[in-house]
């Protein structure tokens, strides 16, 4: 559904205009998994898939929410009512943006809004950032407040943290909001300093496939809540602010100091590798050698599969089947626990990559998988 369909269904459900329509789209994080809460480096790009959203201000603390692709009528909320936690549905993601740009001090009297998005929802691919990112950027623009994008994603990310309760990084609203086409975005999680690095695939000759494996994944699930304490454990017994502290050349050491906590000791070891890995990949695409970061990104999931172990079986197949076939590089991206891999290929391999995958899905029983090409694109801005 484009902008002028999803202003129209506004009208028909609200009868009026609305003052504008803005999008937000997913995206897909080449490398630099799960460092983004232990301060580290991430490097995702914004995805042409979005989410859309027509907007109108209201005075009366009334908040009107309408989804075209969940059933159900309008729901309405009173921003005076709004607490963490106190909703378990998907108008938890719009509310809570709304409650943290009130908390931070912005005066929000109220909203009516329409929501359509072709973001596949969960499979990894940040369907929840995207919606939260529109949102804000809205508000944002509608109320004038004069908020940067990385201060909007890190208001979206307290709305994710605190009100819905999932205890996400700051990369994937950051990605949304900050992402420039043709590029993947090179981000310090702690500090926030971005670069666009350019990622013209098509220009090389090559593709990045995305396979959403149908297997749905929560991050305010325990096993991510897990993980996360896992690492803040990590940097408690070596004494660093966050994973972010330990030098790569060091990693040998810190994990002998880590003594028998074998489980921290896997998660530190990936966190401080990955982050390396992040590194490595943006000096192959600085330096123009594009098809080398192949290995690197298989061996993100290798690391994520054995020392985080957050892949599954499906997510296994689509690497194993991929390389096998003739993939540069494969590997999960995303929180986990199901959703997506993705896939390096050179563009003339993509029909034999892609039937190879679905081949491999279909004698194990599985849940056909959703095969499409990631292109780098823009991110959030106002549509209309």
């Given at each position: 559904?484009?902008?002028?369909?999803?202003?129209?269904?506004?009208?028909?459900?609200?009868?009026?205009?609305?003052?504008?329509?803005?999008?937000?789209?997913?995206?897909?994080?080449?490398?630099?998994?799960?460092?983004?809460?232990?301060?580290?480096?991430?490097?995702?790009?914004?995805?042409?898939?979005?989410?859309?959203?027509?907007?109108?201000?209201?005075?009366?603390?009334?908040?009107?929410?309408?989804?075209?692709?969940?059933?159900?009528?309008?729901?309405?909320?009173?921003?005076?009512?709004?607490?963490?936690?106190?909703?378990?549905?998907?108008?938890?993601?719009?509310?809570?943006?709304?409650?943290?740009?009130?908390?931070?001090?912005?005066?929000?009297?109220?909203?009516?809004?329409?929501?359509?998005?072709?973001?596949?929802?969960?499979?990894?691919?940040?369907?929840?950032?995207?919606?939260?990112?529109?949102?804000?950027?809205?508000?944002?623009?509608?109320?004038?407040?004069?908020?940067?994008?990385?201060?909007?994603?890190?208001?979206?990310?307290?709305?994710?943290?605190?009100?819905?309760?999932?205890?996400?990084?700051?990369?994937?609203?950051?990605?949304?909001?900050?992402?420039?086409?043709?590029?993947?975005?090179?981000?310090?999680t702690r500090d926030l300093s971005q670069q666009q690095i350019p990622f013209d695939l098509a220009a090389e000759g090559l593709r990045l496939l995305v396979v959403d494996t149908q297997v749905k994944h929560a991050h305010s699930g325990g096993e991510y809540g897990k993980r996360r304490a896992g690492c803040e454990k990590g940097a408690a017994l070596l004494g660093v602010d966050a994973l972010r502290d330990v030098a790569f050349a060091d990693l040998d050491a810190a994990l002998e100091r880590l003594g028998d906590e074998e489980e921290v000791r896997r998660l530190?070891?990936?966190?401080?590798?990955?982050?390396?890995?992040?590194?490595?990949?943006?000096?192959?695409?600085?330096?123009?050698?594009?098809?080398?970061?192949?290995?690197?990104?298989?061996?993100?999931?290798?690391?994520?599969?054995?020392?985080?172990?957050?892949?599954?079986?499906?997510?296994?197949?689509?690497?194993?089947?991929?390389?096998?076939?003739?993939?540069?590089?494969?590997?999960?991206?995303?929180?986990?626990?199901?959703?997506?891999?993705?896939?390096?290929?050179?563009?003339?391999?993509?029909?034999?990559?892609?039937?190879?995958?679905?081949?491999?899905?279909?004698?194990?029983?599985?849940?056909?998988?959703?095969?499409?090409?990631?292109?780098?694109?823009?991110?959030?801005?106002?549509?209309?």
């Amino acid at each position: 559904m484009g902008a002028q369909q999803v202003a129209e269904r506004f009208a028909e459900l609200y009868g009026g205009e609305p003052e504008g329509v803005w999008a937000a789209p997913g995206r897909v994080n080449l490398i630099g998994e799960h460092t983004d809460y232990n301060d580290g480096f991430v490097m995702p790009f914004a995805l042409p898939h979005r989410t859309i959203a027509a907007l109108s201000r209201r005075t009366d603390g009334v908040l009107r929410l309408h989804s075209a692709d969940i059933e159900g009528g309008v729901a309405q909320l009173r921003l005076d009512a709004l607490a963490p936690q106190s909703d378990d549905d998907w108008t938890a993601y719009p509310a809570g943006v709304v409650w943290a740009l009130r908390e931070a001090g912005h005066e929000i009297t109220g909203a009516d809004v329409h929501l359509s998005s072709t973001v596949p929802t969960g499979a990894g691919l940040s369907s929840s950032a995207a919606l939260e990112v529109v949102i804000a950027l809205a508000l944002n623009d509608l109320y004038e407040l004069g908020l940067q994008r990385w201060q909007l994603a890190r208001l979206c990310q307290r709305a994710e943290n605190v009100y819905v309760g999932a205890p996400t990084g700051i990369m994937d609203q950051t990605a949304s909001a900050c992402c420039a086409q043709g590029h993947a975005l090179f981000l310090d999680t702690r500090d926030l300093s971005q670069q666009q690095i350019p990622f013209d695939l098509a220009a090389e000759g090559l593709r990045l496939l995305v396979v959403d494996t149908q297997v749905k994944h929560a991050h305010s699930g325990g096993e991510y809540g897990k993980r996360r304490a896992g690492c803040e454990k990590g940097a408690a017994l070596l004494g660093v602010d966050a994973l972010r502290d330990v030098a790569f050349a060091d990693l040998d050491a810190a994990l002998e100091r880590l003594g028998d906590e074998e489980e921290v000791r896997r998660l530190v070891r990936h966190i401080v590798t990955e982050n390396h890995r992040v590194e490595r990949v943006v000096a192959l695409l600085r330096a123009g050698d594009t098809r080398a970061i192949g290995p690197v990104l298989t061996e993100g999931h290798a690391s994520l599969r054995d020392d985080f172990r957050i892949s599954c079986p499906e997510l296994d197949l689509v690497v194993d089947t991929a390389l096998a076939a003739g993939a540069l590089g494969a590997r999960m991206t995303g929180g986990g626990f199901g959703g997506s891999a993705i896939v390096l290929t050179e563009a003339t391999e993509v029909d034999t990559l892609t039937k190879a995958v679905e081949a491999a899905f279909a004698a194990a029983d599985f849940t056909a998988p959703r095969v499409f090409e990631a292109v780098p694109s823009a991110g959030a801005r106002r549509l209309v």
